[in-house]
């Protein structure tokens, strides 16, 4: 189990996770989730 809270301050939205709880290989993983959610702008 991991515990997470998500934080909402302004425009932004964070995720904060225990550092312990989570191998640092997971929590690269979810960030490359997380990342991968945001849009990509269009070929100039």
Same mark, same amino acid.
């Given at each position: 189990?991991?515990?997470?809270?998500?934080?909402?301050?302004?425009?932004?939205?964070?995720?904060?996770? *225990? #550092?312990? *709880?989570?191998? &640092? #290989?997971?929590?690269?993983?979810?960030?490359?989730?997380?990342?991968?959610? &945001?849009?990509?702008? *269009?070929? *100039?």
């Amino acid at each position: 189990m991991i515990g997470a809270k998500v934080v909402s301050h302004g425009r932004y939205v964070m995720f904060q996770l *225990a #550092e312990v *709880a989570a191998p &640092r #290989e997971l929590f690269r993983k979810i960030l490359s989730l997380i990342d991968d959610l &945001r849009p990509r702008p *269009a070929p *100039a």
